[in-house]
C-alpha cells in the first residue's frame, strides 16, 4: 500500500520551532517532487513549501519565506520541513504530497499530487 505519513506536530509558542518529517512506505520518493501544505479552519489549502526530487530546487510561500525549510533525505524515504519563528496564523493541518516527476512550483501552486498523506496538526499558541 502506497502511503505517506506525516508526523511531528504539535502545540508550540510563538516564536518557538517544530520540524515535520513526511515518510513515505509502498514506494521510493527518488522520483518526485514532495510538497508541504497546510489548511486552516475556513481557509484554502495553501502550499507552503515543495522540493524537487534531488533537492536542488524549493519553492516557498511568501508567507513562510525565511522561516520555513524544506529538505529531503532519499536514503530515508523522508522528507522534511524546519519551521521556525512560529506565528499562530501559522496554525493549521499541514499534509505532505507527491508528484512524479513534478515541478517545484507547478505543485506548490496548482496543489498538483497523486499521492496525500493524512495530516499533522500544528497550534501555535501561548
Known amino acids: 500500500q502506497l502511503q505517506l505519513v506525516e508526523s511531528g506536530g504539535g502545540l508550540v509558542q510563538p516564536g518557538g520551532s517544530l520540524r515535520l518529517s513526511c515518510a513515505a512506505s509502498g514506494f521510493t520518493l527518488d522520483y518526485y517532487t514532495i510538497g508541504w501544505f497546510r489548511q486552516a479552519p475556513g481557509k484554502e489549502r495553501e502550499g507552503v513549501s515543495c522540493i524537487n526530487r534531488i533537492g536542488g530546487r524549493t519553492y516557498n510561500a511568501d508567507s513562510v519565506q525565511g522561516r520555513f525549510t524544506i529538505s529531503r533525505d532519499n536514503a530515508k524515504n523522508t522528507v522534511y520541513l524546519q519551521m521556525n519563528s512560529l506565528k499562530p496564523e501559522d496554525t493549521a493541518v499541514y499534509y505532505c504530497?507527491?508528484?512524479?516527476?513534478?515541478?517545484?512550483?507547478?505543485?506548490?501552486?496548482?496543489?498538483?499530487?497523486?499521492?496525500w498523506g493524512q495530516g499533522t496538526q500544528v497550534t501555535v499558541s501561548s
Open positions: 504530497a507527491a508528484a512524479y516527476l513534478g515541478g517545484v512550483e507547478d505543485m506548490c501552486v496548482r496543489s498538483r499530487a497523486e499521492y
